[in-house]
Nanobody, 124 residues
Framework: QVQVRESGGGLVQAGGSLRLSCTTE????????RGWFRQAPGKEGEFVAA????????SYRDSVNGRFTISRDNANNTVYLQMNSLKPEDTAVYYC?????????????????WGLGTQVTVSS
């Protein structure tokens, strides 16, 4: 079994920053990509950012581009999401996902393993 664990969520004022971390535990699996998705109350889940493990592809949704940065620590099998200039509309549960095989990094169906999520709340 593979467990995906997110950490780093919390409550922050608008304009503040948080850094989310995503690690995997259990059976070692190769991964094609790691992605971050989020879901706000009453809304559909949405793609936030993703990177291939090689670093050849990195992408962000438009609303976070320039404010969020996804990065990898291959040695420690960890992916980070640095979130700066946070806005109240960034409030959501953030999920990390691991894709074992190539596919569109924008689609949830590409990802095989998911974490339980970490809450990010941005107050105005």
């Amino acid at each position: 079994q593979v467990q995906v664990r997110e950490s780093g969520g919390g409550l922050v004022q608008a304009g503040g920053s948080l850094r989310l971390s995503c690690t995997t535990e259990g059976r070692t699996v190769s991964s094609y990509a790691r992605g971050w998705f989020r879901q706000a109350p009453g809304k559909e889940g949405e793609f936030v950012a993703a990177t291939t493990w090689s670093g050849s592809i990195t992408s962000y949704r438009d609303s976070v581009n320039g404010r969020f940065t996804i990065s990898r620590d291959n040695a420690n099998n960890t992916v980070y999401l640095q979130m700066n200039s946070l806005k109240p509309e960034d409030t959501a549960v953030y999920y990390c996902a691991v894709a074992r095989y190539s596919g569109s990094i924008y689609f949830k169906s590409t990802y095989d393993y998911w974490g339980l999520g970490t809450q990010v709340t941005v107050s105005s």
